[in-house]
């Protein structure tokens, strides 16, 4: 009898641990998030389809003293709550319970491969060999714990997606690097962010995918001025993605 009990207990516990899996609790990355008009990223419900990266304007950047990668302001959401009280701790004043662990995440690395594919205006694709695996340190950011089941902690974790080391050393080793407005190079950003919790524990947040077009002057209205002389020229404006130049939208010079 009692062998049946503990076979059926068993049981329970894998139908328990098959319902109730790691979604409803690990830390998520869910979308990559584009700035507000004042550069500042928040947290909201709207994520980029894909992103888009002018070489011409890398290379302009670079030589106007800018060093730019892919900046991507990736929203993670923690849905571990703070561990529960667990006693009062021994000569501890009432009202002050010991608690175990409060699981803030912090945020300290992210783990991406690149791989790409050249393909033409006319959609004709060209497979390329090119992948790489690096390692890259981000700003230490916090994730708030959970509020309850049904509320994530959320915060923006932001940080060069591509480094501007890896557009180089693509513009260098790829032969389909786009020079010309007739061709275009499709990255696929496979990624995952580590750190820890307050009480040193390791966290992995789930794999996320993000593509990336790199384009050859299609974002680039500036004609042949710099952005700062385009700034101190009282007749012209500058107008466009201004926080993130080169990505993600055009950036445009207009003078009278």
Not at 4 to 25: F, K, N, Q, R
Not at 111 to 121: G, P
């Amino acid at each position: 009898m009692k062998r049946h009990i503990h076979i059926l207990g068993l049981v329970a516990l894998a139908v328990i641990m098959s319902t109730c899996g790691p979604e409803d609790y690990f830390v998520t990355i869910q979308g990559i998030v584009p700035p507000d008009e004042t550069c500042v990223f928040k947290p909201q419900d709207v994520y980029k389809a894909l992103g888009i990266l002018d070489a011409e304007l890398v290379d302009k950047l670079e030589g106007w003293g800018y060093n730019y990668g892919y900046i991507a302001g990736v929203q993670v959401e923690n849905r571990m709550l703070n561990t529960k009280d667990v006693t009062k701790k021994p000569g501890s004043m009432e009202g002050l319970p010991m608690q175990t662990d409060v699981n803030f995440v912090f945020i300290k690395k992210a783990y991406v491969t690149l791989r790409a594919m050249a393909s033409t205006k006319g959609t004709v694709t060209t497979l390329s060999t090119y992948k790489t695996t690096y390692t890259i340190e981000v700003p230490q950011t916090i994730i708030p714990s959970a509020g309850d089941e049904k509320t994530p902690g959320r915060a923006i974790v932001i940080f060069p997606l591509i480094p501007k080391e890896k557009i180089r050393e693509m513009a260098d080793i790829e032969p389909n690097y786009p020079t010309d407005p007739s061709m275009y190079l499709d990255i696929s950003v496979d990624f995952y962010l580590e750190g820890e919790t307050r009480g040193g524990v390791p966290v992995k947040t789930t794999r996320y995918v993000f593509y990336v077009k790199v384009c050859f002057g299609c974002l680039d209205l500036m004609g042949n001025r710099t952005i700062e002389q385009c700034l101190t020229d009282s007749n012209c404006q500058l107008s466009g993605n201004t926080c993130l130049p080169g990505q993600d939208g055009y950036i445009l010079c207009k003078c009278q």
